[in-house]
């Protein structure tokens, strides 16, 4: 198992030096996995998780992804079976969602976009996997760059520059319980989407590298947990993102996906943890830009989540 998170992480660690666009959406849930507790009896709401997140970057297109705030709520509504049964039913419900800011005004920090993510899943939990069916809605919204009195006129020429993405569709996945290896405890999962609604609305309107034609998506995500003392561990953790399409005007040639790297530093408490990463990341577009451009950077992020035994 070790080998292939060594290669996830090397290869995502190489994908902002590549030549080319690369082509992938922007995820708050990236840094989060979805698999729920598995000790836990049935019923109501046995569990509730959240955390939150946030990330100084350098190096983005135009700057826009010098700040990243991200927050997490995973809840489980109802739970058909308890931990004595080998085989687990349980549900989740899951919002995401990432607000991205640039550098440019007198404060340093003005906000730009708003990224949502909502999940509903029905999970199988087995002793070494999981698996899980369910139905995904990924939104962004503009923020600070719409101001003024025209925004209320459709047609006026003076309206400013906005887009909306949204993707919604049918979802799969699967992870891999914690295996320990001579690394630590490794751990991966993966999925499928399939949108069964893709809109990219754009003000001025432009067909350049549209989202209207992405018709799926696939993704994977590998860590590895080394323990230094009882509270104290290493993180390595890899992300990857292909979507596929059934046009891409201009695009044909590229090869479409997204990554992330980080290594990080985990001090977990009684009932939580906090995660000081290093980062490096890649996007096919700044979706702050009605004008698709393509964006890598690097970043120091902190995190504040539950304990690893509980999310990962």
């Known amino acids: 198992m070790g080998w292939i998170l060594c290669a996830a992480i090397a290869a995502t660690f190489l994908c902002p030096c590549m030549q080319g666009t690369l082509h992938a959406q922007l995820r708050p849930s990236r840094t989060w996995e979805s698999t729920p507790i598995r000790d836990r009896q049935s019923g109501v709401m046995p569990?509730?998780?959240g955390g939150g997140e946030f990330q100084r970057s350098w190096g983005s297109a135009f700057g826009e992804q010098a700040w990243q705030f991200r927050t997490h709520i995973q809840a489980e509504p109802y739970r058909f079976t308890d931990s004595t049964h080998s085989m687990q039913w349980t549900t989740?419900?899951?919002?995401?969602?990432?607000?991205?800011?640039?550098?440019?005004?007198?404060?340093?920090?003005?906000?730009?976009?708003?990224?949502?993510?909502?999940?509903?899943?029905?999970?199988?939990?087995?002793?070494?996997?999981?698996?899980?069916?369910?139905?995904?809605?990924?939104?962004?919204?503009?923020?600070?760059?719409?101001?003024?009195?025209?925004?209320?006129?459709?047609?006026?020429?003076?309206?400013?520059?906005?887009?909306?993405?949204?993707?919604?569709?049918?979802?799969v996945a699967a992870s891999l319980a914690p295996q320990r290896t001579i690394f630590g405890m490794f751990s991966a999962s993966g999925g499928v989407e399939w949108f069964l609604n893709s809109s990219d609305n754009r003000r001025p309107a432009s067909d350049v590298a549209t989202w209207t034609t992405?018709?799926?998506?696939?993704?994977?995500?590998?860590?590895n947990i080394t323990p230094v003392t009882p509270s104290v561990s290493l993180l390595a953790?890899?992300?990857?993102?292909?979507?596929?399409?059934?046009?891409?005007?201009?695009?044909?040639s590229d090869v479409?996906?997204?990554?992330?790297?980080?290594?990080?530093?985990?001090?977990?408490?009684?009932?939580?943890?906090?995660?000081?990463?290093?980062?490096?990341?890649?996007?096919?577009?700044?979706?702050?830009?009605?004008?698709?451009?393509?964006?890598?950077?690097?970043?120091?992020?902190?995190?504040?989540m539950p304990q690893l035994s509980a999310t990962e």
């Not at 003024?148 to 020429?157: C, L, V």
């Open 47 to 49: 569990s509730l998780l």
């Open 214 to 223: 992405m018709q799926g998506a696939t993704w994977f995500r590998a860590q």
């Open 256 to 304: 479409p996906y997204d990554a992330r790297a980080e290594l990080a530093l985990s001090l977990t408490g009684a009932t939580s943890r906090i995660d000081i990463a290093i980062v490096t990341e890649r996007v096919f577009d700044e979706l702050a830009w009605t004008t698709p451009a393509p964006s890598s950077y690097v970043g120091l992020c902190v995190r504040f």
């Open 92 to 171: 989740t419900i899951e919002a995401h969602q990432e607000m991205t800011a640039n550098p440019f005004n007198d404060i340093s920090f003005n906000p730009r976009t708003m990224r949502w993510e909502e999940y509903f899943w029905l999970h199988m939990l087995m002793k070494d996997y999981s698996a899980r069916i369910g139905f995904v809605h990924r939104c962004k919204h503009d923020i600070d760059n719409l101001s003024g009195a025209d925004e209320f006129n459709p047609i006026s020429p003076l309206q400013a520059e906005q887009r909306t993405v949204i993707l919604t569709g049918p979802t």
């Open 237 to 252: 953790t890899a992300f990857a993102s292909i979507p596929w399409y059934s046009a891409r005007p201009g695009a044909s």
